[in-house]
């Protein structure tokens, strides 16, 4: 089993930037492609960004690309997303989330179903 704990979040201004960081304890961290999802209030959970598991390839919903970006670091165990130029629709609680499966690629962005373990969140607030 894996625990996934976020930081980083906090209330910023538009145009600010911030960092969510993900540690991870409990499983290979290096073998599990990564994701960040994001809930807005009255909103369903949408997809963010991923990794996968070795870093190679990295995956963005239209709606932040160019602006975040999502990085990991295996030795710390520890997966972050770089949030640049933010808006106020990124308002929302952003969450962590491991792959079920090791070793996996993506054809296309992943879905909320391709990940097995999630962890708390992180509120992002961003005023106008």
């Known amino acids: 089993q894996v625990q996934l704990v976020e930081s980083g979040g906090g209330l910023v201004q538009a145009g600010d930037s911030l960092r969510l960081s993900c540690a991870a304890s409990?499983?290979?961290?290096?073998?599990?492609?990564m994701g960040w999802f994001r809930q807005a209030p009255g909103k369903e959970r949408e997809f963010v960004a991923a990794i996968t598991w070795g870093g190679g390839r990295t995956y963005y919903a239209d709606s932040v690309k160019g602006r975040f970006t999502i990085s990991r670091d295996n030795a710390k165990n520890t997966v972050y997303l770089q949030m640049n130029s933010l808006k106020p629709e990124d308002t929302a609680v952003y969450y962590c989330?491991?792959?079920?499966?090791?070793?996996?690629?993506?054809?296309?962005?992943?879905?909320?179903?391709?990940?097995?373990?999630w962890g708390q969140g992180a509120q992002v607030t961003v005023s106008s």
């Open positions: 989330a491991q792959d079920r499966r090791a070793g996996r690629y993506y054809s296309v962005n992943p879905e909320i179903s391709d990940f097995g373990s």
């Open positions: 409990g499983r290979t961290f290096s073998s599990y492609s």
